[in-house]
């Protein structure tokens, strides 16, 4: 399975996959796949120049796939999982521990950092890798553990030598899980994670997580008595959210907000007339019916917070 490419200026192609093998895992004899990194290097045709496949010791799991990163400081960056089965249960979090590699231009390792489990972190997962201006690495994924919410926000940075700087596991305000799925570091040096936290922010029915968004100094450390933002997903905080979208003259509406608070709806057609107003709270959904012809009208929600604005199309 291929993953990335990466055009070189000389016309080379530089192509992250994976292979994938069957095996048993002893003593238990409990089978399970596992997929290796799968290198190559192609010329401009197509042609394979160089073709690297690693052993079973190290394996990629189904959000990692082998991926290749460019690295500022000459070579690849790559993420993945050791085959490492270090318990009596086989499906312990001790088993399998992350792991990033720095890989030379003909793929061989010349640095690895593990972040192996244990009772503060659990067992902790890489699933991107984002590089720095200093030259160090940021990785970002999740983290399993002994612990609630079993699944957290798994952050670490990994200097450029392989060096483990700090690591860190992240809570939603919530006992159910979450993660993170990539980041951004911000001028001054600080740090945005975003991924997703199961809130129930969103009504029951519609529940598939929520946006989560994490800001910290370059250290990684969160300021006790700040907040982490949380949205349904398809709306930013405070935002308003429309269901369903297009309509047939009914809908719902669902403001949301750090806490319950008086809000008030309005539509407008597209021409600015108002043809319906109400009011209610938000984090609560409101149905809204309109007697007007088929068209696109927008529905403002405004808050103590702000007013906030969404398109709906009735059919």
Partial sequence: ????????????????????????????????????????????????????????????????????????????????????????????????????????????????????????????????VRQLRDSSYLVVGEATGPYAPSTQGFAARVSKTGAILWRNNYYSDSTKFAYFRDAVEKPDGSLVFVGKTFNDTCAAWKEDGDVWLVSTDSNGYVPPDSTTGIAPSGSPRGGVTVFPNPASGSFAVMVSSIADEPVQITVSNMVGEKVREMGGTTNKAMEVTLNEPPGVYLVSATTAQGNYVVKVVVK
């Fill in 1 to 128: 399975m291929v993953n990335n490419v990466i055009p070189l200026a000389d016309g080379r192609i530089v192509v992250g996959a994976m292979s994938t093998y069957e095996a048993i895992m002893l003593p238990s004899y409990i089978a399970y796949s596992y997929n290796v990194p799968w290198f190559l290097v192609l010329d401009s045709m197509g042609n394979i120049l160089k073709d690297t496949e690693y052993t079973s010791t190290y394996i990629v799991g189904s959000n990692i796939c082998g991926s290749l990163y460019p690295d500022m400081n000459g070579g690849y960056i790559h993420i993945g999982v050791l085959n490492r089965y270090d318990g009596s249960d086989p499906y312990g979090d001790e088993n399998f521990p992350s792991y990033i590699a720095h890989l030379d231009t003909n793929f061989r390792i010349t640095w690895i950092a593990n972040f192996t489990y244990n009772s503060t972190y659990g067992n902790q997962g890489g699933v991107e």
